[in-house]
């Protein structure tokens, strides 16, 4: 099996190691930059010996390196600098995913492709705007990270290891995430057995503001290393086909009573890429906030569109 990665800053490092090191898949890891991707891949092969992996990983500047790969992480652009929002980003990086996507469509035609550029679900757009793959093939993380965050914060609340947390967050990536309480269990105990809403409240506003603050504290960059480790779990998801239910920023047109949005969803993940959306019995309150939040990401659609002329 083959991955292609394409942009080999601190996130897509990070998730060409992780792939490697679980033996998942052979990488090409991809980026503009002159021997960036070609020292990165020389630095995880010499690890090789250290942690027993057998899979190849190559660095190269050429896009079209990512010919039949089964599977493509796009992981490219600029990232957020301190006080700015994802949005910011869009005209920033449409251009560049524009032009990684029409490679795709040429050179890895029957890939699945998961985004990980922001503004997440815009991009994720995008991408199957370009492409034209089918929508089941393109899909972004974001759920995934998010629930991290929570699990991990939920965790030091309550004094409990955070792997015993469970939780689903829908919605955008960002300031729009929608962390639904009722599905959220520790050690299968509901959590609002466990704590308060004002607790609750303020374990969600520290989620929305996490990618903020490592934005804040590292000066230059951003999140990486969850960032990746997210990746890589949905990765595993597809290339092993494990039928896993995993919240991905994917095209919804019906479910929910949403029409023609990219936004976090639960899905069945598995080597079909989105096998199904799962719908979930959401309150009246968080299902009018889920289609708010689609109404808003379709304008930025609209946006992204307009640069084009």
């Known amino acids: 099996m083959k991955v292609a990665v394409i942009g080999a800053g601190a996130v897509g490092t990070a998730i060409a190691a992780k792939i490697v090191e679980r033996n998942l898949a052979d990488v090409v890891l991809v980026d503009v930059v002159p021997g960036l991707a070609e020292g ?30 089964e599977l493509v992480v796009v992981a490219c652009g600029r990232t957020r600098q301190p006080g700015m929002t994802r949005e910011e ?22 890939a699945t492709v ?34 991290a965050r929570l699990r991990y914060l939920l965790g ?47 374990l969600v506003r520290k989620t929305r503001e996490a990618g903020a603050d ?23 998801a597809i290339l092993l086909d494990q039928k896993r239910i995993l919240v991905a920023s994917v095209w919804c047109d019906g479910p929910y009573g949403i029409r ?3 936004l976090g969803l639960p899905v069945l993940l598995g080597r079909e890429g989105i096998e199904a959306i799962q719908e979930l019995s959401l309150s009246q309150e968080e299902l009018l906030c889920l289609q708010r939040t689609a109404k808003e990401i379709e304008g930025l659609f609209a946006k992204v569109a307009s640069l084009r002329a």
């Open 40 to 69: 990165k891949a020389l630095d995880i092969l010499h690890a090789s010996p250290i942690l027993g992996f057998t899979r190849t990983i190559r660095g190269t500047t050429e896009l079209e390196a990512c010919l039949w790969s």
């Open 214 to 236: 490592i934005v804040r504290l590292l000066q230059k960059g951003s999140a990486s290393y969850a960032p990746a480790v997210s990746v890589v779990e949905m990765v595993e």
């Open 114 to 147: 998961l985004v990980v550029t922001n503004p997440l679900d815009v991009m994720t757009w995008l991408v199957a705007e370009v492409t034209g793959f089918p929508r089941k093939r393109v899909l972004g993380m974001a759920g995934v990270l998010d629930a």
């Open 156 to 202: 030091q609340e309550l004094g409990v290891a955070p792997k015993d947390v469970s939780t689903l967050v829908l919605g955008s990536h960002g300031e729009q995430m929608l962390p639904l309480l009722g599905y959220t269990f520790v050690g299968g105990v509901p959590v609002k057995e466990k704590i308060s809403q004002a607790q609750w409240d303020e």
């Open 260 to 262: 023609g949005a990219y």
């Open 89 to 110: 980003l869009l005209e920033q990086n449409a251009a560049t995913i524009r032009e990684v996507a029409a490679t795709l469509r040429a050179y890895a035609p029957g």
